[in-house]
């Protein structure tokens, strides 16, 4: 049986995995390895959960049993430290060596806090896991005005959420076309903020270039996004200079039995932002369709989305 690393187990990964279950059963033994230990989770539903609109269990896409009922192996959590490509085998932060046949890099990204002045404050928070989405929803109800840094589409998604309760000022430039302001919701055409303001560890406000203060007790930073491959640095794998991971066509990296998919990997010349979470199911599953194929030695189907 071939041996298929996955690293990452969230819209990417969870695909692949389920893929190569349907596809190359029998043939193909998967091993998931990931930072969080809980199930695979949908962050495209952080707004709702925010907002109440849906409790914790409606994000998760399996039951927490899944892979032990499926008799698939997992290492979380669990974070990768390297990847050793001439051993074929994945070392973990314990050092624990992993070997694979096949590795597939579902890693992700995550939120960018800017580099200004007091981003450590108590109440700043960059919105790209669970945990720190919890730990939000448990601040909302103390915040009547919330701070809101990223791309359009996040903000404005995350605004209509939780606008009810509380006035949200979104930093962010452009303003999209689609924006309708509402006396709670103000827009604020500016590119980020130069400091985060307050007395010790407490969050006051926020400062704008323009040097505008904003009195808030609660900053979400949902963009810019960074990939998450540090762990490849020394691999041999080739990274663009932002350090997402570059793929083919069939989402293959410049080593042949390497694979990578979602908003991990960018190809040659891309400029997207972060991926939805539609196509980075679609590559994850689009990888394990091309990985089977490869095993198997029939020609593969070039990605289409
Ligand atoms: C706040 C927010 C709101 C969003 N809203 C929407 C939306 O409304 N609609 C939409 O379509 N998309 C939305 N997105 C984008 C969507 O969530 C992403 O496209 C999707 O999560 C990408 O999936 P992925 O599997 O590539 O990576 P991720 O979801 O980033 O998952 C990466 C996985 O890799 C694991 N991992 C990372 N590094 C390591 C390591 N070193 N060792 C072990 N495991 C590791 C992590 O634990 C995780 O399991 C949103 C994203 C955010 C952050």
Redesign the pocket.
Known sequence: MAKVVI???????FSAVQELCAKGAGAFEPVV????EQP?YK??M??DFLSRAAEEKALFLCAADFYARQKIETHKP???ARVDVKKQRVALKDNSKIPYDYLLI????Q?KLPDIPGTGKDGVFA??SLERAREIRLRLDLAPVVCLSGSAA?CL?LSRALHKAREIKIVSTPKPDSFVSDERVEWIEEAGFTEIIGEGSELKAVKLAGGKAIGTSLVIF?GP?AP?TA?LKESGIRLDPEGYVLVDERLRTNVENIFS????CRKEGAMEG???????CAE?AQAAVNLVSLERGVPSCQQTS
């Not at 690293?7 to 990964?13: E, L």
Request: hydrophobic residues 40%; glycine residues 12%.
């Open positions: 690293i990452g187990d969230s819209a990417a990964g390895i990931s930072r969080q695979p962050k495209s952080f707004a669990a974070e990768v579902a890693s992700g990204s939120v919105l790209d996040e998604a949902s996004h998450r762990f998919c979602g908003s991990a972060i991926k939805s979470w539609e196509a980075a994850g």
